[in-house]
């Protein structure tokens, strides 16, 4: 129902229009909200949070690859991530042209293969390979600007391609290790992209745009990561969290276990006493000195500067020796 105004309310609104204070012929402003529309054939799988890691992994990955590109082409580049999007595959198979070329990767996850059939999908831009290919066989690199639409890369420029590309798939894995242990290794290289159909064409996909930027070509690469490989990556990472938080006792005696390990420095005070630096500037080699305290009567024995134990005093074979028989009281050592 729509409001009613009071007397009062309608006299302000009337003196507000004479005087210029309201303009009559402005349109209402739309006080509803705006929604963003949520595609219900094609749901998101991923939260924001997943895809907040994934894009920390990868900008964990680009850092990797940068170093390496650089010194395997001796020249600088700027290597990072662009977008990570969820999209389903037909959105990036549509956008491929016919002269990309895919490059196939495997998954061992704990050295389980966890996508024998949904690889990894990764393609670089033909400008930013060509560019690599020939500042890999010692030029300055070529300008995209002068590579044609739909270049088909010959024998050669696919064993270079596959070279380059084995050479940043070997520590994409190593981006990882945080979360999980994870290993990706080279399948083949696929130069007509039409042929890859092993993921469905509407099954989600996670497409990670990593830009590589030299100084006389850039371009992207572009890895897609499929849905399902995702899922059981994100599963096992959240079985193995759980596991850890339950598993208190097993992990305390992991660390025990390296306590034992450790060396400390154990001192047994043998007894106390005072000399002036007189009796001791006049000390020389074979003088003894007395220290108040029997042989038959206890020692400690001290770890850190706490005494931790008392001994006896003993000979073991030649040498002078410590005999532990009891341990310190907790209120002894707060008091020492």
Same mark, same amino acid.
């Given at each position: 129902?729509?409001?009613?105004?009071?007397?009062?309310?309608?006299?302000?609104?009337?003196?507000a229009?004479?005087?210029?204070?309201?303009?009559? *012929?402005?349109? +209402?402003?739309?006080?509803?909200?705006? &929604?963003?529309?949520?595609?219900?054939?094609?749901? $998101?799988?991923?939260?924001?949070?997943?895809?907040?890691?994934?894009?920390?992994?990868? +900008?964990?990955?680009?850092?990797?690859?940068?170093?390496?590109? *650089?010194? /395997?082409?001796?020249?600088?580049?700027?290597?990072?991530?662009?977008?990570?999007?969820?999209?389903?595959? &037909?959105?990036?198979?549509?956008?491929?042209?016919?002269?990309?070329?895919?490059?196939?990767?495997?998954?061992?996850?704990?050295?389980?293969?966890?996508?024998?059939?949904?690889?990894?999908?990764?393609?670089?831009?033909?400008?930013?390979?060509? *560019?690599?290919?020939? $500042?890999?066989m010692?030029?300055?690199?070529?300008?995209?600007?002068?590579?044609?639409?739909?270049?088909?890369?010959?024998?050669?420029? !696919?064993? /270079? &391609?596959?070279?380059?590309?084995?050479?940043?798939?070997?520590?994409?894995?190593g981006? @990882?290790?945080?979360y999980?242990?994870? =290993?990706?290794?080279?399948?083949?290289?696929?130069?007509?992209?039409?042929?890859?159909?092993?993921?469905?064409?509407?099954?989600?996909?996670?497409?990670?745009?990593?830009?590589?930027?030299?100084?006389?070509?850039?371009?992207?690469?572009?890895?897609?990561?499929?849905?399902?490989?995702?899922?059981?990556?994100?599963?096992?990472?959240?079985?193995?969290?759980?596991?850890? $938080?339950?598993s208190?006792?097993d992990?305390?005696?992991?660390? !025990? =276990?390296?306590?034992?390990?450790?060396? /400390?420095?154990?001192?047994?005070?043998?007894?106390?006493?005072?000399?002036?630096?007189?009796?001791?500037?006049? /000390? *020389?080699?074979?003088?003894v000195?007395?220290?108040?305290?029997?042989?038959?009567e206890?020692?400690?024995?001290?770890?850190?500067?706490?005494? @931790?134990?008392?001994?006896? !005093?003993?000979?073991?074979?030649?040498?002078?020796?410590?005999?532990? @028989?009891?341990?310190?009281?907790?209120?002894?050592?707060?008091?020492?």
């Amino acid at each position: 129902m729509a409001e009613v105004l009071s007397q009062s309310q309608i006299d302000a609104l009337l003196q507000a229009a004479q005087s210029g204070g309201v303009d009559l *012929n402005q349109p +209402e402003q739309s006080t509803e909200k705006k &929604y963003r529309k949520y595609d219900f054939y094609s749901p $998101r799988k991923f939260t924001k949070d997943r895809m907040k890691m994934i894009r920390g992994i990868f +900008e964990n990955y680009t850092r990797i690859i940068n170093s390496r590109i *650089n010194g /395997l082409l001796h020249t600088t580049s700027e290597v990072s991530v662009e977008l990570v999007e969820e999209q389903r595959y &037909y959105e990036f198979s549509n956008a491929l042209s016919d002269g990309d070329v895919l490059t196939l990767a495997d998954v061992n996850v704990q050295g389980v293969r966890a996508t024998e059939d949904t690889p990894v999908l990764i393609q670089l831009n033909t400008g930013v390979a060509l *560019n690599m290919m020939d $500042r890999l066989m010692g030029g300055e690199g070529e300008s995209t600007s002068n590579v044609p639409v739909g270049y088909t890369f010959t024998d050669l420029e !696919l064993k /270079l &391609y596959e070279d380059i590309v084995k050479d940043l798939i070997s520590v994409m894995g190593g981006s @990882w290790e945080n979360y999980i242990d994870m =290993d990706f290794s080279f399948r083949k290289v696929e130069p007509n992209p039409t042929l890859v159909q092993l993921i469905g064409l509407d099954e989600t996909v996670v497409i990670v745009g990593v830009s590589i930027k030299f100084d006389n070509a850039s371009g992207n690469m572009n890895i897609c990561l499929p849905g399902m490989m995702l899922t059981g990556i994100f599963a096992k990472i959240m079985s193995m969290n759980q596991a850890g $938080r339950g598993s208190g006792e097993d992990n305390s005696e992991e660390i !025990l =276990d390296i306590l034992r390990d450790s060396q /400390l420095e154990i001192t047994a005070e043998l007894g106390r006493t005072q000399l002036t630096l007189q009796d001791i500037y006049t /000390l *020389n080699v074979g003088d003894v000195v007395d220290l108040g305290h029997s042989t038959k009567e206890p020692v400690n024995l001290y770890i850190g500067g706490q005494p @931790w134990f008392i001994g006896k !005093l003993g000979t073991q074979g030649d040498n002078m020796a410590v005999k532990i @028989w009891g341990s310190c009281h907790a209120q002894a050592r707060e008091e020492e």
